[in-house]
């Protein structure tokens, strides 16, 4: 495994290799990168994993300066998966000026946790063009679990047309449930037990979903259409309970998963998506579904 600083470096590393697949990462690596490296490695012939904490997406009162950063413990990890090239490069390798051309993502970028996080997915959509700019790969895998991000990226590859296979790797958990992050290294004790009500609170109300669409599918059709006004009470039920058990709630959203909108009549296909800060770490998680007999 080579770990390679400087773009020029990188891209001499990587003229000759036509089947790439990367993995971009902020580092302080954990299970779940570990497993979109396997994912990786399943598209690609030389996997190419990026590790760079990037200041354009963090905001003014945010933890840039204190994001656990890792890089000895991470590149041996990823020796061990089997990681081609490692590029870690510094604030100065990847902006070696000011950065004034900056990626505008679309409106979506703008609700959800971009609502809270002002500029966050401008940050992310411009450092990620930046990165398959230099790495050129055939293929990009990310996280479920930033399912917003996902789906900006997807938007960005489309609109952009970039020659670039997008894969969406599933979340992978803690026993108990919680999403794995880096940032879960910040909750006490009793939080890591509390933070697993989060998404069981999101199964409950999957549950309550998938209960209340087989229940209209034998309804008249006005009663079917009062369904979106029942899923819009199960948001708000559940951020009362978070927050009745001393979560602070920014959002739980169900949301088309194809295009984060607002559910319409007919979609089938949903994700719940929620944030809360949960003493001093704010945890995302989502829940993919399927209505069987839609809301139509």
């Known amino acids: 495994m080579q770990i390679i600083s400087t773009i020029t470096a990188l891209r001499h590393r990587l003229r000759d290799e036509e089947s790439v697949a990367f993995v971009p990462t902020m580092g302080n690596l954990h299970e779940g990168h570990l ?17 760079f904490v990037n200041p354009l997406q963090f905001g003014v009162n945010e933890d840039f300066s204190k994001y656990p950063r890792t890089l000895e413990q991470d590149c041996k990890l990823l ?38 996080r002002s500029g966050h997915f401008r940050g992310v959509a411009t450092v990620v ?7 050129q790969p055939q293929v990009a895998v990310f996280g479920k679990k930033d399912y ?32 794995l992050s880096s940032r879960n290294q910040y909750l006490n004790p009793t939080e890591r037990t509390e933070a697993a009500f989060l998404c069981r609170t999101l199964a409950n109300m999957g549950k309550a ?3 209340q669409a087989a229940l209209n599918q034998a309804k008249l059709n006005q ?3 009062n369904n979106l006004r029942d899923f819009s009470s199960l948001e708000q039920e559940a951020r009362d309970t978070l927050n009745a058990r001393g979560w602070k709630v920014e959002y739980i959203a169900i949301r088309c998963s194809s295009t984060l909108l607002p559910l319409t009549a007919g979609d089938k296909d949903v994700v719940i998506l929620a944030a809360a800060w949960l003493g001093k ?16």
């Open 129 to 135: 063009l930046k990165l398959f700019n230099i790495v």
């Open 209 to 211: 979903m998938r209960d």
């Open 35 to 51: 497993d979109l490296v396997r994912v990786a490695r399943e598209h690609g012939r030389c996997v190419v994993v990026s590790i």
């Open 79 to 116: 020796e061990q998966c089997g990681v081609d090239v490692v590029f870690a490069p510094s604030e100065q390798d990847l902006y070696t000026q000011p950065q004034q051309v900056m990626v505008d993502p679309p409106a979506i970028a703008n609700e959800l946790c971009g609502a809270f």
């Open 223 to 225: 009663a079917k259409l």
């Open 148 to 179: 917003q991000q996902l789906h900006i990226v997807r938007q960005i590859v489309a609109q952009l047309n970039l020659p670039i296979e997008i894969i969406g790797s599933e979340t992978v958990r803690a026993a108990d449930g919680l999403a």
């Open 281 to 296: 770490t704010r945890l995302i998680d989502n829940l993919e579904m399927n209505l069987q007999d839609g809301l139509s």
